[in-house]
């Protein structure tokens, strides 16, 4: 029996880095499939122009949150967002990396990539798993930022 994605995961999808890249595509295919969506990215202006844009292209409800997710207020900003969504999929493509030797790197960006590629993910994870285990029903899928 084939399920839809509504029936597999429920009516919201959260997408972290959803304003460029795999994140901005996946919002895409998501919205395709007809799950409404929660995109986060820290560029206010794009998130209200993809939000434009997949309402008009599926007919879905989009709502944005304005997030750098290297701050950990802006991962509770997120949860309280997402607070009276019925959630069932979370998907962070969000992340950053750095280049360079150890004594070279500054630390203040080093701490913000660990921050975001770390501990908001942990904590966004987290939060969307004890949800989704209640439910019984959910999924997860996270695209690390790391090229050659």
């Known amino acids: ?20 890249g795999i994140g901005s595509e996946i919002a895409s295919q998501i919205a395709q499939q007809g799950l409404n969506l929660l995109l986060v990215s820290r560029n206010e202006q794009r998130l209200d122009n993809k939000a434009r844009q997949l309402q008009e292209a599926y007919g879905v409800e989009v709502q944005t949150v304005q997030a750098d997710l290297s701050h950990q207020e802006d991962n509770q900003r997120v949860i309280i967002a997402s607070e ?12 950053m990396e750095t280049h360079g030797t150890m004594t070279e790197m500054d630390q203040n960006t080093e701490l913000a990539m660990i921050q975001l590629n770390v501990t908001s993910l942990f904590t966004l994870t987290h939060y969307y798993a004890q949800q989704m285990s209640q439910r ?13």
């Open 84 to 95: 009276n969504l019925n959630v069932g999929l979370f998907v962070a493509c969000a992340g």
């Open 1 to 20: 029996m084939k399920h839809t994605f509504r029936e597999k995961y429920g009516e919201w999808a959260v997408v972290t880095g959803a304003t460029s």
């Open 136 to 148: 019984e029903r959910g999924g997860f899928c996270w695209f690390p930022v790391f090229t050659a």
